[in-house]
């Protein structure tokens, strides 16, 4: 146990769906991410939120929109994806002191898109 | 941004010291080296980080060459467990310091 829980492990959405990630971290930590594993590819910062405004945005396809209601929630809407969307969704949360010094990661969404 | 050379994979015999090593030969003097490391189907785990100085902590050790462009990891009596991909990351200081450059990592089975 992380103290980042991610819902839901897996997910399968066609096209023209619209579904959100959720992530929440337990931690009292300020900064949270988002990251995209695609098989066989490293680890990809889409986005970062800390104190609640977003700080990063790596270039991510508008289909892919977060959301930082308050420093523990965080969520990923997504819509009108591409099957190569399809990719573990990792949020983590660390502690800014002031330097990022350790992230703690959640177990992931497993996404396909058909 | 200094960028890491690992070998694609490793086996170590149960009981056994893994030592996992890691190139970052073009590391800035103000970067830090950090382990994780990715169990199938969960997020990765942090494990230790340093700058120069050798570092041990209840999971691991890291010895970092006097040069700083290498480093290597040691899970001093391995177990089943810690059958995972292992990461050596370099981080960048500065304003991108969210940055974490992840690669392929290192595939460490444990072998009973």
């Known amino acids: 146990e992380t103290g980042v829980t991610q819902t839901p492990r897996h997910l399968v959405m066609g096209m023209t769906n619209k579904k959100s990630l959720k992530c929440e971290q337990h931690l009292g930590h300020n900064a949270m991410y988002w990251y995209k594993q695609s098989a066989k590819k490293p680890l990809e910062l889409m986005f970062v939120?800390?104190?609640?405004?977003?700080?990063e945005n790596n270039s991510v396809p508008s289909r892919f929109s977060p959301e930082c209601p308050n420093s523990s929630h965080l969520f990923l809407h997504l819509h009108t994806l591409q099957p190569e969307d399809s990719a573990l969704y990792l949020c983590?949360?660390?502690?800014?002191?002031?330097?990022?010094?350790?992230?703690?990661f959640g177990s992931g969404t497993q996404l396909s898109v058909l | 941004d200094a960028k890491t050379t690992q070998p694609p994979s490793m086996d170590c015999a149960e009981g056994r010291a893994a030592n996992l090593p890691c190139n970052h030969s073009t590391i800035s003097g103000n970067e830090y080296v950090y382990w994780y490391r990715q169990i199938h189907s969960q997020g990765p785990q942090y494990i230790i980080h340093g700058l120069k100085n050798n570092e041990t902590n209840e999971m691991a050790s890291l010895i970092i060459t006097e040069d700083r462009k290498s480093s290597t990891l040691i899970l001093p009596h391995a177990t089943l467990r810690d059958t995972a991909v292992y990461y050596c990351i370099v981080r960048p200081w500065g304003d991108s310091n969210y940055q974490l450059i992840w690669g392929a990592g290192t595939k460490l089975i444990i072998k009973p």
């Open positions: 939120y800390s104190l609640e405004e977003r700080v």
């Open positions: 983590a949360s660390s502690q800014e002191s002031p330097l990022v010094e350790k992230l703690f």
